[in-house]
């Protein structure tokens, strides 16, 4: 995993900010949260003992292995030092789970990783009325954006394509620009919607190449101006995407 973290303040080795105080962690947007998820929740169990992944939209099932239906499995998970998924079976994906499971495995779990939005596997989001759902005990959201947008026509990459023709005021034919990708960012009517008084930082994702890193260094820039205090530029490896729907076969 490529990454390069930009802030007003230092980071830590492993993540860029100190965990300890973001316990309950949502996040929305699109471009690759669940692989970042599935990354960041293997990280942290393999440091801690329970780690609790779920969400309040929909989510790819998960492997065998790490999904739990009760507070039993949970804890079979957890001794396995496995991070656990739990969620209401619907086919492929799993929706949220039952709201007293919820409740007590969040007040169980160390750390908990929610995917709270949806993107339909496109790099870019502006959210509609109802969207994102930030769980109400979050203490962390985290803004996903997939540099691979950037230059296409908004129609190929934006999910949401009425909210976004108003949002960014273009016609769905039109590129979009470092500009647009900050202004979605930073602004309350689009990733940072709902976040409230809570911790945020912005991740853009897939920087694959030479030309997308330097360009998220200026989207960086700008969302600093703007007020946003930390941004994290990473790419992942062929081989470090799609663990979430792979997941160890060994296991």
Not at 210 to 221: D, N
Request: contains cysteine.
């Amino acid at each position: 995993m490529w990454k390069k973290y930009i802030s007003e303040t230092s980071c830590t080795e492993s993540f860029p900010w100190d965990f300890s105080a973001c316990r309950v962690i949502s996040f929305v947007g699109g471009g690759g949260k669940t692989t970042l998820m599935d990354y960041w929740a293997r990280l942290l169990a393999a440091k801690y003992n329970k780690v609790l992944v779920t969400t309040t939209t929909h989510l790819q099932m998960p492997p065998v292995s790490r999904f739990a239906m009760d507070s039993e499995e949970i804890h079979r998970i957890w001794d396995r030092s496995f991070y656990a998924v739990i969620g209401t079976a619907e086919g492929a994906k799993i929706s949220t789970p039952n709201g007293r499971l919820l409740e007590r495995a969040v007040n169980q779990a160390d750390y908990v990783l929610i995917e709270a939005d949806g993107s339909k596997h496109l790099p870019c989001k502006i959210p509609n009325e109802t969207e994102p759902v930030i769980y109400e005990k979050t203490d962390l959201v985290v803004a996903v954006f997939g540099m691979s947008a950037l230059g296409k026509p908004i129609k190929e990459v934006c999910f949401r394509l009425t909210e976004t023709e108003q949002f960014l005021e273009k016609k769905r034919g039109e590129v979009l620009t470092e500009e647009d990708a900050a202004k979605i960012l930073s602004s309350k009517q689009g990733s940072r919607k709902a976040v409230g008084d809570r911790a945020y930082v912005v991740v853009l994702n897939q920087c694959d190449t030479i030309e997308q890193r330097l360009s998220a260094e200026r989207i960086a820039r700008m969302l600093l101006k703007q007020g946003v205090a930390h941004i994290l530029l990473v790419s992942f490896s062929e081989q470090e995407r799609g663990l979430f729907d792979r997941g160890n076969r060994n296991e």
